[in-house]
């Protein structure tokens, strides 16, 4: 833009593309009409629009005749009691501006400006409708109203930088600093003066916090090959392993010296520097590992440098049982070599030499946002395996370069096993739900459900749910209850599959496909909604029910709004909770946030201990080992969820600790609060059931419309906090608190009258069309099973419309010549006979990251998945370990190995390699990845692999893989692992692909 000097620009990072902050000098009005933005900012006190010569409402007056004042008179839309903004109308042709947007304050409210100012923002939403746009605006309040400029601009620009986040596509916002220019560019000079020198400075200060440029990763190069951790009471085991180390490449570089700690120091420096050189971190866990302090240590600080370097670093190694390993260990997949299995040890040397080629990494300080990006996710119980194989291979012969989600293969050792679920769904064109009993049974099986559900129902539609029910089910729960079910009982499970999978293969290349598939893929209008206005919905109407009235209003002058929270702990003199704190644990509740949102967690940490002094509140946690303890211990986590909350990677680590513990316990574990709305993806984040949402309109209702007081509130602010708290947000806080207080007292005294030895376990991620229902007819009995005739369909058709595709080595005869009636037909299927969808092998050992919106056909990218692909870290001349019949991996699902002699079509896991020339850019790193599907198929303790879905890890060699362990809930009897009886802490599994 000429006429104006850019001093200094922030840079934005966000899943809309990059955004950018220019501080500039210059004249606002002076914006040439060839730089035309699409709105300006201006500021003023409540109806007061005078022309003053030294504010910009008066330059806009006098240089471009645009009064503010009469623009006032017919304002576009006026928010000013909820959000203290109006905006214009169009504005005419010529002005530099598109429309203006008015900032309101009142000198006499309790809010100061720069603790307002992001509802400008939140206001930019409807004015740029989804569109990209551009603002310019003066450093407001700061002028004739006086407010700091220091304040304002921090607060102007962390509010910017959070909506960018957020989604609103605000391409360039220019804050400009007054200097005068007569027709001429503006000097440097002209910023070195004292006057704006502060500003400079801050923004700078700014600048390092948010801009990319400093979140660039940074190339670390590799040393070692193993950095091995283990305690000295295992020197037999290890010897095991370094001996195989080396017998396969003599000259691997392994660090083995033994680290100590250094007892003073918050952070061993020391050990982190040689692990972030090391190519793995391979932890032998045993029962001596926990005892070992030095040994936890390592394996926090190889977790940090898993975070860091984007990469699947760590390695840890299972050789002794584990009466109760803590839930942030069971949440990342190991290679199970239990009880000091030799040959298994030995294969897991084979595939950790394979992954140690590697020259450099990226070490960065930022979580990844993008989605892994794939075709098809398929999901399912490893009870039904066998169907799920037969899908994998039938997807694989129709179309070689098809990226399929199948967890035995993509669940590599390393991996957080629940965040590559999560994120692979978010990532994929399609997911075939495979429906079962046990399906429907298992709390993961569920969570993947709904979280596909969620985005097959989003107002984009960007992911298709396509359930097969797979048995004679006569109902199902009404959270499966609302998407038709295509019929795959085990008659029809081939001619069926072959139909689906070519239909689904087609769709995604862009051809035609079946007419009643057809009818399948299309959007269901009834089902169409946008899951942050369902949650919110949810959220209001479960305050009005406590403090609104029946005719549906807020608040209700009968019913006290903020609660007394002491006399709410008090209500109950002899309750468990009138001596809240007295938690013989240590820690009762433990503050998760970013560090740019501390203020909040410092609030609500003095609400919380203003109402019960005996609470035990943790916050603030600098030890890595004590950070960690304290999520897998406390009896609750609360997480403050914002834009930099899932920008950084240890509280997205304390969010999935917290949220696998709460699968598996009856009691409140995570108690997320949203502050600020938060990125569309990962979408999972608003799927987690969330009490208070300060995002929502009724918050600053409460605050503006109805006038609530919060004067009492301001004493438990820090004097030194730099920007104090809106009223909506301590009106939030506050009301968080009151329902957490609620929820640990309701938790102590049913904990107290607890019998029942049955394990517990249930999704942690909602149903948001149950959800939506349940508002709309909240008078309404839904029940809790939906009888299968309601969703069911049923598919008939020829030899020609299905095809026979499946190779008949495999063991499967397709029995499409046994069917010669071939007219589609539509019946309803029964909602607990949801077919299983099958999971299909990536052999690229990463998946390609894409645009998802952008995503191309399969034909069109021909060449795509190889340049496409991030390849995990692996070496190209390596000997392939598909080649070892040995080997063996375990499935993540069903926590069990898969073998060759036990898989159902021969040769499940061929690499895509073998069945097209023209992926031959890819063998290098096919051929260096273990086949999952290669290997024998048996349990540990000789129980039914699905008896340990109900936790979490996945093993690598002769033990259930936890990502299916995790994924089934126990039918029959609780879990065990050597010998010892666990229901409620998560259990670790197997899977040998290091």
Same mark, same amino acid.
């Given at each position: 833009?000429?006429?104006?000097?850019?001093?200094?620009?922030?840079?934005?990072?966000?899943?809309?593309?990059?955004?950018?902050?220019?501080?500039?000098?210059?004249?606002?009005?002076?914006?040439?009409?060839?730089?035309?933005?699409?709105?300006?900012?201006?500021?003023?006190?409540?109806?007061?629009?005078?022309?003053?010569?030294?504010?910009?409402?008066?330059?806009?007056?006098?240089?471009?005749?645009?009064?503010?004042?009469?623009?006032?008179?017919?304002?576009?839309?006026?928010?000013?009691?909820?959000?203290?903004?109006?905006?214009?109308?169009?504005?005419?042709?010529?002005?530099?501006?598109?429309?203006?947007?008015?900032?309101?304050?009142?000198?006499?409210? !309790?809010?100061?400006? !720069?603790?307002?100012?992001?509802?400008?923002?939140?206001?930019?939403?409807?004015?740029?409708?989804?569109?990209?746009?551009?603002?310019?605006?003066?450093?407001?309040?700061?002028?004739?109203?006086?407010?700091?400029?220091?304040?304002?601009?921090?607060?102007?620009?962390?509010?910017?930088?959070?909506?960018?986040?957020?989604?609103?596509?605000?391409?360039?916002?220019?804050? @400009?600093?007054?200097?005068?220019?007569?027709?001429?560019?503006?000097?440097?000079?002209?910023?070195?003066?004292?006057?704006?020198?502060?500003?400079?400075?801050?923004?700078?200060?700014?600048?390092?916090?948010?801009?990319?440029?400093?979140?660039?990763?940074?190339?670390?190069?590799?040393?070692?090959?193993?950095?091995?951790?283990?305690?000295?009471?295992?020197?037999?085991?290890?010897?095991?392993?370094?001996?195989?180390?080396?017998?396969?490449?003599?000259?691997?570089?392994?660090?083995?010296?033994? !680290?100590?700690?250094?007892?003073?120091?918050?952070?061993?420096?020391?050990?982190?520097?040689?692990? =972030?050189?090391?190519?793995?971190?391979?932890?032998?866990?045993?029962?001596?590992?926990?005892?070992?302090?030095?040994?936890?240590?390592?394996?926090?600080?190889?977790?940090?440098?898993?975070?860091?370097?984007?990469?699947?670093?760590?390695?840890?190694?299972? +050789?002794?049982?584990?009466?109760?390993?803590?839930?942030?260990?069971?949440?990342? !997949?190991?290679?199970?070599?239990?009880?000091?299995?030799?040959?298994?040890?030995?294969?897991?040397?084979?595939?950790?030499?394979?992954?140690?080629?590697?020259?450099?990494?990226?070490?960065?300080?930022?979580? /990844?946002?993008?989605?892994?990006?794939?075709? =098809?996710?398929? #999901?399912?119980?490893?009870?039904?395996?066998?169907?799920?194989?037969?899908?994998?291979?039938?997807?694989?012969?129709?179309?070689?370069?098809?990226?399929?989600?199948?967890?035995?293969?993509?669940?590599?050792?390393?991996?957080?096993?629940?965040?590559?679920?999560?994120?692979?769904?978010?990532?994929?064109?399609?997911?075939?739900?495979?429906?079962?009993?046990?399906?429907?049974?298992?709390? +993961?099986?569920?969570?993947?459900?709904?979280?596909?559900?969620?985005?097959?129902?989003?107002?984009?539609?960007?992911?298709?749910?396509?359930?097969?029910?797979?048995?004679?089910?006569?109902?199902?729960?009404?959270?499966?209850?609302?998407?038709?079910?295509?019929?795959?009982?085990?008659? %029809?499970?081939?001619?069926?599959?072959?139909?689906?999978?070519?239909? +689904?293969?087609?769709?995604?290349?862009?051809?035609?496909?079946?007419? %009643?598939?057809?009818?399948?893929?299309?959007?269901?209008?009834?089902?169409?909604?946008?899951?942050?206005?369902?949650?919110?919905?949810?959220?209001?109407?479960?305050?009005?029910?406590?403090?609104?009235?029946?005719?549906?209003?807020?608040?209700?002058?009968?019913?006290?709004?903020?609660?007394?929270?002491?006399?709410?702990?008090?209500?109950?003199?002899?309750?468990?909770?009138?001596?809240?704190?007295?938690?013989?644990?240590?820690? /009762?509740?433990?503050?998760?946030?970013?560090?740019?949102?501390?203020?909040?967690?410092?609030?609500?940490?003095?609400?919380?201990?203003?109402?019960?002094?005996?609470?035990?509140?943790?916050?603030?946690?600098?030890?890595?080992?004590?950070?960690?303890?304290?999520?897998?211990?406390?009896?609750?986590?609360?997480?403050?969820?914002?834009?930099?909350?899932?920008?950084?990677?240890?509280?997205?680590?304390?969010?999935? =600790?917290?949220?696998?513990?709460?699968?598996? *316990?009856?009691?409140?574990?995570?108690?997320?609060?949203?502050?600020?709305?938060?990125?569309?993806?990962?979408?999972?984040?608003?799927?987690?059931?969330?009490?208070?949402?300060?995002?929502?309109?009724?918050?600053?209702?409460?605050?503006?419309?109805?006038?609530?007081?919060?004067?009492?509130?301001?004493?438990?602010?820090?004097?030194?906090?730099?920007?104090?708290?809106?009223?909506?947000?301590?009106?939030?806080?506050?009301?968080?608190?009151?329902?957490?207080?609620?929820?640990?007292?309701?938790?102590?005294?049913?904990?107290?009258?607890?019998?029942?030895?049955?394990?517990?376990?249930?999704?942690?991620?909602?149903?948001?069309?149950?959800?939506?229902?349940?508002?709309?007819?909240?008078?309404?009995? $839904?029940?809790?099973? @939906?009888?299968?005739?309601?969703?069911?369909?049923?598919?008939?058709?020829?030899?020609?419309?299905?095809?026979?595709?499946?190779?008949?080595?495999?063991?499967?005869?397709?029995?499409?010549?046994?069917?010669?009636?071939?007219?589609?037909?539509?019946?309803? +299927?029964?909602?607990?006979?949801?077919?299983?969808?099958?999971?299909?092998?990536?052999?690229?050992?990463?998946?390609?990251?894409?645009?998802?919106?952008?995503?191309?056909?399969?034909?069109?990218?021909?060449?795509?998945?190889?340049?496409?692909?991030?390849?995990?870290?692996?070496?190209?001349?390596?000997?392939?370990?598909?080649?070892?019949?040995?080997?063996?991996?375990?499935? #993540?699902?069903? /926590?069990?190995?898969?073998?060759?002699?036990?898989?159902?079509?021969?040769?499940?896991?061929?690499?895509?390699?073998?069945?097209?020339?023209?992926?031959?850019?890819?063998?290098?790193?096919?051929?260096?990845?273990?086949?999952? /599907?290669?290997?024998? *198929?048996?349990?540990?303790?000789?129980?039914?692999?699905?008896? $340990?879905?109900?936790?979490?890890?996945?093993?690598?060699?002769?033990?259930?893989?936890?990502?299916?362990?995790?994924?089934?809930?126990?039918?029959?009897?609780?879990?065990?692992?050597?010998?010892?009886?666990?229901?409620?802490?998560?259990?670790?599994?197997?899977?040998?692909?290091?």
């Amino acid at each position: 833009m000429s006429g104006f000097l850019v001093q200094d620009s922030i840079k934005v990072l966000t899943q809309n593309g990059e955004c950018q902050i220019d501080l500039c000098l210059g004249d606002i009005t002076k914006l040439k009409r060839k730089d035309k933005v699409d709105v300006i900012v201006v500021s003023a006190f409540t109806n007061d629009y005078v022309p003053t010569r030294t504010s910009v409402i008066g330059a806009l007056k006098y240089n471009l005749g645009l009064d503010v004042g009469e623009l006032s008179r017919n304002k576009a839309e006026d928010l000013r009691k909820l959000y203290s903004c109006w905006w214009s109308h169009p504005l005419p042709d010529q002005m530099p501006y598109g429309r203006l947007l008015c900032f309101e304050t009142n000198f006499r409210s !309790q809010r100061r400006p !720069q603790e307002m100012v992001a509802n400008v923002f939140r206001c930019l939403v409807p004015i740029l409708n989804n569109e990209d746009g551009t603002v310019i605006t003066p450093l407001l309040n700061t002028g004739d109203q006086g407010y700091g400029q220091i304040g304002m601009l921090q607060g102007m620009v962390v509010a910017a930088v959070n909506w960018m986040k957020a989604g609103l596509p605000l391409r360039l916002l220019k804050i @400009v600093l007054y200097a005068k220019s007569i027709d001429g560019p503006v000097h440097q000079s002209s910023f070195a003066n004292s006057r704006y020198g502060d500003v400079c400075g801050k923004f700078a200060e700014l600048k390092e916090k948010y801009d990319s440029q400093y979140l660039v990763p940074k190339a670390v190069p590799i040393e070692f090959d193993i950095y091995l951790s283990y305690s000295e009471d295992d020197q037999g085991v290890v010897a095991t392993i370094q001996d195989g180390l080396k017998s396969i490449k003599s000259d691997v570089r392994i660090y083995g010296n033994k !680290q100590k700690i250094d007892s003073e120091a918050v952070w061993q420096q020391d050990m982190y520097q040689v692990m =972030i050189r090391s190519a793995r971190v391979v932890t032998v866990l045993s029962p001596h590992y926990l005892k070992s302090t030095a040994c936890v240590e390592q394996y926090n600080i190889a977790l940090c440098c898993n975070r860091r370097a984007h990469r699947d670093m760590l390695a840890p190694i299972y +050789v002794n049982s584990i009466d109760l390993m803590p839930t942030y260990m069971g949440l990342v !997949q190991y290679v199970d070599c239990r009880p000091n299995d030799n040959k298994k040890i030995e294969e897991a040397c084979k595939a950790l030499i394979v992954s140690m080629t590697i020259k450099v990494h990226l070490e960065t300080l930022v979580v /990844d946002p993008a989605p892994i990006q794939y075709d =098809i996710f398929l #999901s399912y119980s490893h009870r039904d395996d066998e169907q799920a194989n037969y899908i994998v291979e039938l997807l694989r012969k129709l179309h070689p370069k098809l990226r399929v989600f199948f967890d035995l293969q993509e669940l590599k050792t390393g991996k957080a096993w629940q965040r590559t679920l999560y994120h692979s769904i978010d990532g994929s064109r399609c997911l075939l739900a495979l429906i079962s009993e046990n399906y429907i049974k298992s709390p +993961v099986c569920q969570e993947e459900y709904n979280l596909a559900l969620a985005k097959h129902c989003s107002m984009d539609g960007s992911l298709k749910l396509i359930p097969l029910c797979l048995e004679d089910l006569q109902e199902v729960p009404v959270t499966f209850g609302k998407v038709k079910m295509v019929r795959a009982t085990p008659d %029809v499970f081939q001619p069926v599959s072959n139909a689906i999978c070519k239909a +689904v293969v087609n769709w995604l290349d862009g051809k035609e496909v079946h007419a %009643v598939v057809e009818e399948i893929l299309k959007p269901d209008q009834n089902l169409s909604c946008d899951m942050d206005k369902v949650s919110e919905s949810q959220r209001r109407t479960k305050f009005i029910s406590k403090y609104g009235t029946e005719n549906k209003k807020l608040l209700s002058l009968e019913k006290r709004f903020p609660a007394k929270l002491k006399d709410l702990i008090q209500s109950r003199p002899g309750s468990a909770m009138s001596k809240c704190g007295d938690n013989p644990e240590g820690v /009762d509740v433990v503050l998760s946030c970013a560090p740019e949102d501390w203020k909040y967690a410092s609030f609500l940490r003095a609400v919380l201990t203003d109402a019960a002094p005996n609470l035990v509140v943790k916050s603030g946690i600098k030890s890595e080992k004590e950070r960690l303890t304290l999520m897998d211990t406390a009896r609750c986590v609360v997480a403050f969820v914002t834009p930099s909350y899932l920008d950084s990677p240890e509280q997205v680590e304390e969010f999935h =600790i917290a949220l696998c513990r709460q699968r598996t *316990s009856p009691s409140t574990v995570l108690f997320p609060i949203m502050v600020h709305p938060v990125p569309p993806k990962p979408t999972y984040f608003r799927l987690v059931p969330c009490s208070v949402s300060i995002a929502d309109a009724m918050w600053s209702e409460l605050a503006h419309k109805w006038h609530v007081d919060v004067p009492s509130f301001r004493p438990l602010l820090s004097d030194t906090s730099e920007i104090a708290l809106p009223p909506e947000v301590m009106l939030g806080l506050h009301e968080a608190a009151g329902i957490l207080i609620n929820e640990l007292k309701e938790d102590e005294e049913s904990s107290e009258a607890a019998t029942s030895d049955v394990p517990f376990s249930r999704p942690v991620l909602h149903n948001i069309i149950k959800i939506r229902d349940d508002i709309a007819d909240d008078a309404k009995d $839904h029940g809790a099973v @939906v009888e299968i005739t309601e969703l069911l369909v049923t598919l008939k058709m020829t030899d020609e419309d299905v095809g026979a595709t499946v190779d008949t080595q495999t063991g499967h005869q397709p029995p499409l010549q046994n069917d010669p009636e071939l007219t589609p037909e539509e019946t309803t +299927v029964d909602s607990k006979s949801d077919k299983p969808v099958t999971k299909e092998l990536e052999q690229n050992g990463e998946a390609a990251k894409l645009d998802e919106q952008n995503s191309p056909s399969i034909e069109e990218r021909t060449d795509g998945i190889e340049s496409g692909a991030t390849v995990d870290t692996q070496a190209a001349n390596e000997p392939p370990l598909q080649n070892d019949p040995e080997e063996t991996t375990e499935d #993540s699902k069903s /926590d069990k190995p898969v073998t060759k002699e036990s898989n159902q079509n021969g040769e499940a896991a061929k690499s895509d390699g073998q069945h097209s020339s023209s992926m031959e850019e890819r063998m290098d790193v096919s051929e260096s990845q273990p086949n999952p /599907d290669d290997h024998n *198929s048996h349990n540990d303790h000789g129980q039914s692999s699905d008896d $340990h879905k109900a936790h979490t890890n996945h093993g690598t060699s002769g033990q259930i893989s936890d990502s299916q362990a995790s994924r089934e809930v126990k039918s029959e009897s609780s879990e065990k692992v050597g010998g010892q009886e666990r229901s409620q802490r998560p259990k670790s599994g197997v899977c040998l692909l290091i």
